[in-house]
């Protein structure tokens, strides 16, 4: 499928076709509700509107599920990523209580919507272990035991993880969790929503969105929708210039696809309580580099993530395959080759869960979906849920929960922490540059050119792409992603194509021009 979102394909890139041909918007239009973004939180809240009785337009700058439902694992689990024990603390048990609930219904959300769909995605029901990484405390669990166990689910200790070969120790079973394909998920849901009358244009772009009273204007180049309500579903939120930004921090997360034989790993999602945790699942998997007289159904593919960093704070993505490869062969002796290796940006709240609902600069009907927290598949679709409720005029216990304008005490040290690494990246406009005569074909780097910082990119064809360094969200210098072949801004995780073009908000507008020149290596600037 078409991918806008980097140079590495996933899994779920691979395997899928989601509809592309699909013409941008050119003219005016009105609707009930504009949604901007067609991932999972976008896609499902459309649908679950127009099941409502909405008029609904879905703009997308990209085709659909060109963002990061593609890049997921794509893990359906309400045993949240940073664990009970913490969601108790920051939000209370009543908190804990309703974070349990809403994840456990997004995935019975997800079930039923592929069963009245007759969707073909590989969903399955199935158990998720939590177990100690290398010389963490029992503590661990039984503190997350009992959490867990608080907020109301049906959590189970076991003498370890079904892993013929691999012995995690005494660890934690949490029931009923879940996982499919993202992608053919997204395409049975895009496919429902357009039988069912809703609007969908891709490759259209959102420069502006504005309120007054009970009309919005969602505008690009050629084109304005007015809608009565609009939803943000674009990841981080394109229309939100610095609140949403200052609590969540954009994440780099890899991921390594190995096959191994059918059978030889239980079916079961699998965490660690490492920081930067690991996190395990199987997919059916067949390859054309499968050779013809062997059986393509006799592997599975053992899909293995971690190694997160900061986004466009560190460029070592070799390395963090590597050492996830490591780590999954020094416990999954039946791993054989290396079949996919993609990465993603996880939006990491301050608090450990999603920001959905108003925008939180006094808006009524400008909504926001954001802050996935390494749990995207269930976020987005508890933002469905939500958000549906909301526009509608529908009661809903977990509003509060999750408001987009909430503030959490016991935050403050990680909101603190956060903001200082993100005021000390400013600090790049005083270094040096590379020089641009090293600059290999089909790489990038960041130079000097007097008091401009300049994002440099070589094509293959030797000619030299100088854009502006400087975000234009809010000014950061980005820096070059040598695995997915993009400018990436290390202060709120804005992403830049090696031409300049917007692949990931908050930013909307493309990295300034500066130059296009031929240097061949070498020869100097």
Same mark, same amino acid.
Request: some cysteine; hydrophobic content about 35%.
């Given at each position: 499928m078409e991918n806008d979102s980097g140079q590495s394909t996933s899994l779920w890139m691979a395997s899928t076709s989601l509809p592309n041909s699909v013409m941008p918007l050119t003219q005016d239009i009105e609707t009930d509700v504009c949604v901007v973004g067609a991932g999972i939180a976008g896609m499902t809240t459309a649908y679950l509107l127009r099941r409502a009785g909405k008029r609904v337009v879905v703009l997308d700058d990209g085709p659909v599920g060109g963002?990061?439902?593609?890049?997921?694992?794509?893990?359906?689990?309400?045993?949240?990523?940073?664990?009970?024990?913490?969601?108790?603390? &920051?939000?209370?048990?009543?908190?804990?209580?309703?974070?349990?609930?809403?994840?456990?219904?997004?995935?019975? =959300?997800?079930?039923?919507?592929?069963?009245?769909?007759?969707?073909?995605?590989? $969903?399955?029901? *199935?158990?998720?272990?939590? $177990?100690?990484?290398?010389?963490d405390p029992p503590s661990l669990l039984e503190e997350e035991f009992a959490a867990a166990q608080r907020a109301g689910l049906p959590v189970r200790w076991v003498e370890r993880a079904p892993l013929a070969a691999f012995d995690t120790g005494r660890c934690l079973c949490f029931p009923d969790q879940g996982q499919f394909h993202p992608?053919?998920?997204?395409?049975?849901?895009?496919?429902?929503?357009? =039988?069912?009358?809703? *609007?969908?244009?891709?490759?259209?772009?959102?420069?502006?969105?504005?309120?007054?009273?009970?009309?919005?204007?969602?505008?690009?180049?050629?084109?304005?929708?007015?809608?009565?309500?609009?939803?943000?579903?674009?990841?981080?939120?394109?229309?939100?210039?610095?609140?949403?930004?200052?609590?969540?921090?954009?994440?780099?997360?890899?991921?390594?696809?190995?096959?191994?034989?059918?059978?030889?790993?239980?079916?079961?999602?699998y965490w660690d309580t490492c920081d930067p945790y690991h996190y395990v699942r199987l997919q059916s998997f067949s390859t054309s580099n499968t050779p013809p007289n062997e059986d393509k159904t006799g592997y599975n593919l053992l899909i293995v993530g971690g190694e997160d960093h900061k986004t466009g704070q560190a460029d070592d993505g070799e390395q963090r395959f590597a050492r996830l490869e490591a780590w999954t062969r020094e416990r999954f002796k039946v791993a054989e080759n290396v079949e996919f290796r993609w990465s993603g940006q996880v939006m990491e709240t301050v608090d450990g869960l999603a920001f959905i609902g108003r925008n939180p600069l006094g808006?009524?009907?400008?909504?926001?979906?954001?802050?996935?927290?390494?749990?995207?598949?269930?976020?987005?679709?508890?933002?469905?849920?939500? &958000?549906?409720?909301?526009?509608?005029?529908?009661?809903?216990?977990?509003?509060?929960?999750?408001?987009?304008?909430?503030?959490?005490?016991?935050?403050?040290?990680? $909101?603190?922490?956060?903001?200082?690494?993100?005021?000390?990246?400013?600090?790049?406009?005083?270094?040096?540059?590379?020089?641009?005569?090293?600059?290999?074909?089909?790489?990038?780097?960041?130079?000097?050119?007097?008091?401009?910082?300049?994002?440099?990119?070589?094509?293959?064809?030797?000619?030299?792409?100088?854009?502006?360094?400087?975000?234009?969200?809010?000014?950061?210098?980005?820096?070059?992603?040598?695995?997915?072949?993009?400018?990436?801004?290390?202060?709120?995780?804005?992403?830049?194509?090696?031409?300049?073009?917007?692949v990931t908000g908050p930013a909307t507008d493309p990295l300034a021009p500066v130059g296009q020149r031929r240097v061949e290596p070498g020869s100097g600037a």
């Amino acid at each position: 499928m078409e991918n806008d979102s980097g140079q590495s394909t996933s899994l779920w890139m691979a395997s899928t076709s989601l509809p592309n041909s699909v013409m941008p918007l050119t003219q005016d239009i009105e609707t009930d509700v504009c949604v901007v973004g067609a991932g999972i939180a976008g896609m499902t809240t459309a649908y679950l509107l127009r099941r409502a009785g909405k008029r609904v337009v879905v703009l997308d700058d990209g085709p659909v599920g060109g963002g990061e439902t593609g890049r997921t694992t794509a893990h359906l689990a309400n045993a949240i990523d940073d664990r009970y024990c913490e969601i108790e603390r &920051l939000h209370g048990e009543r908190g804990a209580r309703l974070a349990a609930e809403s994840h456990t219904a997004a995935i019975a =959300q997800i079930e039923a919507i592929v069963r009245e769909e007759q969707i073909d995605c590989d $969903f399955a029901r *199935l158990d998720g272990y939590l $177990f100690l990484g290398p010389g963490d405390p029992p503590s661990l669990l039984e503190e997350e035991f009992a959490a867990a166990q608080r907020a109301g689910l049906p959590v189970r200790w076991v003498e370890r993880a079904p892993l013929a070969a691999f012995d995690t120790g005494r660890c934690l079973c949490f029931p009923d969790q879940g996982q499919f394909h993202p992608l053919q998920y997204l395409a049975g849901v895009t496919a429902a929503l357009e =039988q069912a009358g809703g *609007l969908l244009f891709t490759h259209t772009h959102v420069t502006d969105i504005e309120e007054e009273k009970s009309l919005c204007r969602v505008k690009g180049a050629g084109f304005t929708v007015s809608a009565r309500d609009v939803v943000v579903a674009t990841n981080s939120p394109i229309n939100n210039l610095v609140v949403l930004h200052t609590k969540q921090a954009p994440y780099r997360t890899y991921v390594i696809g190995l096959r191994v034989p059918a059978g030889s790993v239980t079916q079961a999602l699998y965490w660690d309580t490492c920081d930067p945790y690991h996190y395990v699942r199987l997919q059916s998997f067949s390859t054309s580099n499968t050779p013809p007289n062997e059986d393509k159904t006799g592997y599975n593919l053992l899909i293995v993530g971690g190694e997160d960093h900061k986004t466009g704070q560190a460029d070592d993505g070799e390395q963090r395959f590597a050492r996830l490869e490591a780590w999954t062969r020094e416990r999954f002796k039946v791993a054989e080759n290396v079949e996919f290796r993609w990465s993603g940006q996880v939006m990491e709240t301050v608090d450990g869960l999603a920001f959905i609902g108003r925008n939180p600069l006094g808006s009524e009907h400008v909504y926001i979906v954001t802050g996935d927290s390494g749990m995207g598949m269930t976020h987005g679709t508890i933002a469905g849920i939500l &958000l549906t409720d909301l526009i509608t005029g529908r009661d809903n216990e977990w509003a509060t929960l999750y408001d987009p304008r909430r503030l959490t005490p016991g935050a403050l040290g990680t $909101f603190l922490r956060e903001n200082l690494n993100v005021a000390v990246q400013y600090k790049d406009w005083l270094t040096p540059g590379d020089d641009p005569a090293q600059i290999p074909p089909g790489s990038g780097t960041v130079i000097r050119r007097g008091l401009l910082k300049v994002a440099a990119y070589r094509d293959e064809q030797g000619v030299l792409h100088e854009h502006s360094a400087s975000c234009t969200h809010l000014g950061c210098i980005v820096a070059w992603n040598s695995e997915e072949k993009t400018w990436d801004c290390p202060c709120h995780g804005a992403r830049y194509d090696p031409y300049g073009k917007v692949v990931t908000g908050p930013a909307t507008d493309p990295l300034a021009p500066v130059g296009q020149r031929r240097v061949e290596p070498g020869s100097g600037a």
